[in-house]
C-alpha cells in the first residue's frame, strides 16, 4: 500500500495543531517532520521540542528526517519527543553503519536518505540495515522546489535492486512531488511519498484526498 507523508514544513506554523489535523483526518497515514540544523542544509527549521509538543495532536506515524550533521548526538532526545521513524542522511554520518544500528537498537523504524548526487551504491550493502531509504528528488533545505527528473532513475534502480536480493524496503521519495508528478514517482517504484506545497498549499485536507485518489486509482490497475 502508498503511503501520503505530508511535510508540515509547508504548513502554516502559526496554526499547526490544525494543520496537522487536516491531513490526519483526511486520511494521510503519515506526518513528515523536517529537522534541519544550518550546518548540514542552510535553514534551521525546528527540533524535538516543538515535536514533542505537537506528538498529542495526532495518533499518526511521526517520520522524522534529520537534515542534521552527525544526527546520533540526538537519538535520544529523538526517542523521547514520540518519533516512530529516523531518517538520517548517508553525508551527514561518519559512522553510517554504526548510526543505523544504534537507531535500530534504540527501537525507531530506520532510514536512510540521499542526496540527488549521492549513488544508491552507498548502501549496497546496508540494505538489511534500514527500514526506507528516501531519495531526495531535490537539494535538501527548503520547500517549493522543482523536482530533479534524474532523480527519479535512482527509485527506479534501487526497486529493481531490492527485488533482486529480495527485500522488501520502502522507498521514501521527497522534494517537488505535485500532483502532476507523483504518479511518475509510484511507477518509478517509491511507495512513500512526502508533499510539503503540493499539500499546503491550498486546502490541505483537499489536496491530501486528491493524492490519495491517485493512489487508489494507481493501486487497481
Ligand atoms: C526539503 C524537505 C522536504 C520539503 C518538501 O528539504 O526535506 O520534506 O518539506 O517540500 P516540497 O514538497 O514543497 O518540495
Ligand atoms: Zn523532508
Known amino acids: 500500500m502508498n503511503i501520503l507523508s505530508p511535510s508540515i514544513l509547508g504548513a502554516d506554523f502559526k496554526r499547526l495543531e490544525q494543520q496537522i489535523s487536516e491531513v490526519d483526518r483526511a486520511g494521510a497515514q503519515y506526518i513528515h517532520l523536517d529537522v534541519m540544523d544550518g550546518t548540514f542544509v542552510p535553514c534551521i527549521s525546528f527540533g524535538m521540542q516543538v515535536i514533542s509538543s505537537i506528538r498529542s495532536c495526532t495518533d499518526k506515524v511521526f517520520d522524522v528526517h534529520m537534515m542534521v550533521q552527525e544526527p546520533l548526538r540526538y537519538l535520544p532526545e529523538i526517542v523521547q519527543c514520540g518519533a516512530d521513524i529516523i531518517t538520517v542522511h548517508a553525508e551527514a554520518c561518519t559512522h553510517l553503519d554504526y548510526t543505523l544500528r544504534e537507531i535500530r537498537k534504540a527501537g525507531l523504524k530506520v ?111
Open 111 to 221: 532510514g536512510v536518505a540521499l542526496n540527488p548526487t549521492t549513488p544508491i551504491l552507498m548502501i549496497h550493502d546496508l540494505l538489511d540495515c534500514v527500514d526506507m531509504v528516501l531519495i531526495m528528488t531535490v537539494n535538501p533545505g527548503f520547500g517549493g522546489q522543482e523536482m530533479i527528473p534524474y532523480t527519479l532513475n535512482k527509485v527506479r534502480a534501487l526497486r529493481k535492486l531490492c527485488k533482486n536480493r529480495g527485500v522488501d524496503l520502502d522507498i521514501q521519495i521527497d522534494g517537488g512531488v505535485t500532483l502532476a508528478n507523483v504518479r511518475l514517482c509510484l511507477e518509478a517504484g517509491a511507495n512513500i511519498i512526502v508533499a510539503g506545497s503540493a499539500i499546503y498549499r491550498g486546502d490541505a485536507a483537499a489536496n491530501t484526498r486528491k493524492f490519495l485518489k491517485v493512489f487508489e486509482e494507481f493501486e487497481k490497475k
